[in-house]
């Protein structure tokens, strides 16, 4: 049975992406704010500053294809950086400024970025991770400033093609550890049009960009569909509850995006009462399961729509959307414009019947070219006709509204982070105490869910859980750091070695 949307099918462009995004670049209309300094790039300035950036990539040998890797945090400058080497035919590829060295030199040499753009704080830090050419946003020893990067502005964009690749993020997909995510010109503009035209973003909206652009749902539903729409984008380059608290009153803004751990501040601290949030008339929640409960106090406490939305890197990202008065609760809203969903029994392989529970399975414009130098991850992902497994379970009730009830695949979802255990439980296993080891995630009011460790130790080892820990914690990013560690007598699994990891979380 496939579901299609209950919204109408939208045109998509046959255009590149900046040329899409950037059409209302015109003007002296703020497009983006920093939020910490006030400072502001308007409609005018954002358009001149990106063509500057591709002619400058141009003339340096920056070619259709090459990449350009961006390290920063939320600044007005993110934008410039992404639609410049956009224009210049390339391609972006995402990194999270927390990235350990290690994490770092992984995703440089797996995607083949030539040039880095990143905060100067983090450029010996690019250097000893192998990063070719450094531009920072300021001066470091050893690095570029970013306005060397700049040269006479480019007329047209550079010829590409609906199937390039434009953006490059990582994500875990469904297991393992991270791969590169090929996102192509109309994978990125297609999303963008289904988004609109459900989510109806209007350019007299200013909507506050807490959620990291390096991240699929910033990087797409705030700063691009943001653009797209004209609408004025404020930044803010870390979250600091007071902070997006204030910016939300003093830009009167009407609409918040947001994770789950932004919702339950916002339900609950008691800061929020010290800040006028009447204009606010909807809080879209995405990233990691929200609970109804949870979802009913926001609503309340703000007097305003608490809504959920669903989708994935691979999915450019959003296939389920929840239009303004469409909220149900628990839903996640309904199939996006031009796609199509199946509910499908993950034992047999067909088709569940009407309400019943299987795997989401998503097709549309929107879907995922596939794993960077991975064809096997690829193709256990999509399958022949198109259809990607998304890896989680729900149903669809008769009004086409989606319920995400649990998940097939094992990655943790730490405050909207994809933390997959075999990377952790890789890491447990190189400390020489340790013998076996799994990591599971467990349910968390604030967070979602936290990584914990499970290990078995050598006998005579002298080593502490405490001490175990912290190795695990110089070796990888912050979201991905182990909360708890347990020694246990013998990590649970299956006669084929499978770790069977729901003894683990529900002894």
């Known amino acids: 049975m496939i579901h299609s949307s209950p919204l109408p099918d939208v045109e998509i462009p046959d255009l590149p992406l900046t040329s899409y995004v950037l059409a209302n670049a015109q003007g002296d209309k703020p497009a983006l704010i920093d939020g910490v300094s006030g400072k502001a790039l308007t409609y005018a300035d954002l358009d001149r500053a990106v063509r500057s950036l591709a002619g400058g990539l141009v003339i340096r040998g920056f070619a259709k294809g090459d990449v350009l890797a961006v390290m920063l945090p939320n600044v007005p400058e993110y934008a410039v950086v992404f639609h410049g080497a956009a224009m210049a035919g390339g391609v972006v590829t995402t990194v999270n400024p927390t990235y350990t060295e290690t994490e770092l030199r992984t995703q440089l040499r797996d995607s083949g970025a030539q040039i880095l753009v990143t905060i100067p704080p983090l450029a010996a830090a690019a250097a000893r991770a192998g990063a070719a050419e450094i531009y920072v946003l300021g001066e470091a020893e050893g690095a570029g400033p970013f306005e060397d990067l700049f040269g006479p502005p480019l007329a047209e964009h550079v010829p590409v093609g609906p199937d390039d690749v434009v953006a490059l993020p990582y994500s875990s997909g469904t297991t393992g550890l991270c791969k590169g995510v090929m996102l192509t010109q109309r994978n990125m503009v297609a999303n963008i049009a289904q988004k609109l035209a459900g989510l109806q973003i209007s350019a007299d909206e200013c909507l506050v960009a807490a959620l990291p652009f390096f991240h699929i749902y910033g990087m797409q539903v705030l700063m691009n569909c943001g653009l797209r729409a004209g609408a004025t984008i404020v930044t803010m380059p870390r979250f600091d509850l007071e902070q997006f608290l204030r910016l939300h009153q003093d830009y009167r803004s009407t609409r918040s995006f947001t994770a789950p751990p932004i919702v339950l501040a916002l339900a609950k601290h008691p800061l929020v009462d010290t800040f006028d949030l009447s204009a606010l008339r909807q809080v879209v929640c995405a990233a990691a399961p929200l609970k109804v409960d949870l979802a009913d106090e926001c609503a309340k406490r703000l007097d305003c729509e608490v809504v959920q939305a669903y989708g994935m890197t691979e999915l450019s990202p959003a296939s389920h959307i929840t239009p303004p008065g469409w909220f149900r609760p628990g839903s996640v809203g309904v199939t996006v414009p031009n796609t199509q969903t ?113 290990v078995v130790l050598r006998p005579g080892a002298a080593a502490s859980p405490e001490e175990i820990r912290q190795f695990v914690t110089g070796q990888v990013a912050t979201y991905k750091q182990l909360r708890r560690l347990e020694v246990i007598d013998a990590i649970p699994k299956s006669a084929s070695g499978k770790i069977l990891r729901r003894l683990l979380r529900d002894p």
């Open 342 to 454: 199946r509910i499908v029994d993950p034992a047999s392989g067909a088709d569940a019947g009407d309400g019943e529970e299987g795997e989401i399975w998503v097709r549309g414009p929107q879907v995922m070219k596939g794993y960077l130098n991975n064809p096997e991850a690829t193709a256990a992902m999509i399958d022949a006709d198109g259809w990607l497994r998304t890896g989680d379970l729900g149903h669809i009730d008769a009004d086409g509204h989606l319920y995400v009830v649990d998940r097939l695949k094992e990655l943790i979802k730490y405050k909207g982070f994809q933390v997959p255990p075999a990377e952790l439980e890789a890491v447990l296993l190189r400390h020489p105490d340790v013998t076996d080891a799994a990591v599971v995630g467990l349910p968390d009011e604030e967070a979602g869910e936290i990584p914990v460790g499970y």
